[in-house]
DNA sequence: CTTCGAAACAAGTGTTGACTTATTAAAACC
DNA sequence: GGTTTTAATAAGTCAACACTTGTTTCGAAG
């Protein structure tokens, strides 16, 4: 799987994009986040791991606990692969056109 | 749902993701993607639906075709949201030693 | 060394959704 | 009007995955 599909994968779903939500305001630990999203822990371990292993989350144990925080390298890659698409929207004149004198 | 949710759900699909690529060269009939993809017409047109509500996608139909077509604006705002990480990644005057300072 | 707290791991359940084949709808052509 | 082509819709199957409860691991503290 491409890493930008795989980034697209874990944003997706509803509760990771609310525990990346949640981390962009500072580090939280899984206790912290289970709270908040009101889900049990196990669920939350899980989709933290989903975040983890597409880079976008970062692991720190400190004791007892795991601190995760944001990472920016799949959020700026993906930035970039959207910034692609800018030269589409603007060099368009109108395509559209062409395509329907192809097909007679 | 989030539009930013359903945007990122259309698109993390990887015969999806794989459908945009295809339709950024320029506009496609439903036949043609299949082909493209190797997918049966019926799977095509419900990824295309999908797209469609989502709004990355647009149909104008010709006699018995129907043509899609990239749409701008989800790309834009999908681009703007990770745009407003920026920040946060540039003034991270390292939280994390706060957060461990109020654990204790 | 025993207990307590935090979080990962295991196993099972239910739902979502990607695919299949078959059918229908609608436009073009004979 | 019947046939052909293009694509949407319907119904059913199967796999992926979000969630549950229960157990294990590990560090800290008593």
Redesign the interface.
């Given at each position: 799987?491409g890493e930008?599909?795989t980034t697209?994968?874990a944003?997706?779903e509803?509760n990771r994009?609310h525990i990346v939500e949640l981390l962009?305001v500072?580090?939280l630990t899984v206790g912290e986040i289970a709270d908040s999203l009101k889900l049990r822990q196990p669920q939350v371990s899980k989709h933290l791991r989903v975040l983890s292993d597409s880079g976008l989350v970062e692991v720190?144990p400190?004791a007892n606990?795991r601190?995760y925080?944001?990472q920016?390298q799949p959020?700026?890659e993906?930035?970039e692969w959207?910034?692609t698409?800018r030269n589409?929207?603007e060099d368009r004149f109108d395509?559209?056109d062409?395509?329907?004198k192809d097909?007679k």
């Open positions: 799987m930008k599909l697209l994968h944003l997706a509803p994009f962009r500072g580090p720190q400190i606990r601190i925080k944001l920016s959020f700026l993906l930035e959207l910034d698409f589409i929207w395509r559209l062409d395509y329907l097909m």
